[in-house]
Each structure stands twice: as C-alpha cells, then as structure tokens.
C-alpha cells in the first residue's frame, strides 16, 4: 500500500509540473504562435533595445544631472575663492596703508622733533 501511495503522489507532482510548464509560456512563444518565429524574434529584439535605450537614457540623465551639480558647485567654489581673495588683498592693502601712515606721522613727529631741538640750539 504504501509503494501505491507514493507512486500516487509522485505522478501527482509530475501533472502539476507539465501544468505548471504548459502555464508558464514565454512571450516569444505567444508571439511566434500569433506572427510566426521571425516576427516573434524581431519583436523581442526590439522590445530588449527599447529596454536597453530606456536603461541608457536613464544612466545618460544621471551622469548630466551629476555633471550640472559639479559644475554649479565649482562656480561656487570659485566665487567664494575669489571672494575671499578680495578680503585679503583689502586686508592687506588696508594694513598697508596704516602702516604707511603711521610711519609718516613717526617721520613727521621726528623731523618736528629735530627742528626743535635745532632750533632751541641755535
């Protein structure tokens, strides 16, 4: 009983799988059933190069999108870089200008300074 029981059950798995195989039919198979194996080759074809053009497009729009950002960010940095470039060189020029200025009020008070003390000398 038990060796009927099994065979039972294995011929019951071998139905479902032709069952499920006789489901599960491939669109190049439903095409070449409906227009014939060459229609059916042309249309996956150019079903797989639509999907492929569709994958480019997307990877292409992903590297434009990135290169944009590269490029807005490197305006950026050159505007801030320039920026402060600016500021350092008023920095400087500023500094420059006091320190000029302090000198001259330095030679000037010395000159002043001298003229005096010549002048009390003679």
């Given amino acids: 009983m ?3 029981n099994a065979s039972s059950t294995a011929l019951a798995a071998q139905q479902a799988l032709a069952a499920a195989k006789k489901a599960t039919v491939s669109t190049f198979e439903k095409n070449s059933k409906e227009f014939g194996p060459i229609a059916a ?3 996956g ?6 999907q492929a053009s ?5 990877v292409v ?5 990135e ?14 870089g320039a920026n402060e470039l600016k500021n350092a060189y008023n920095t ?20 002043s300074a001298a003229t005096q003390a010549i002048n009390a000398l003679v």
């Avoid at 569709?54 to 997307?58: D, E, N, T």
């Avoid at 729009?61 to 999108?65: A, T």
């Fill in 41 to 43: 080759s042309v249309i």
């Fill in 45 to 50: 074809l150019t079903s797989s190069a639509s």
């Fill in 2 to 4: 038990k060796i009927n």
């Fill in 54 to 58: 569709s994958a480019l497009g997307k």
């Fill in 61 to 65: 729009d992903g590297v434009e999108n």
């Fill in 67 to 80: 290169i944009k950002d590269v490029a807005t960010n490197t305006v950026a940095l050159a505007t801030t």
């Fill in 92 to 111: 400087v020029a500023n500094g420059v200008g006091t320190a000029a200025s302090a000198a001259a009020n330095y030679a000037s008070t010395g000159l």
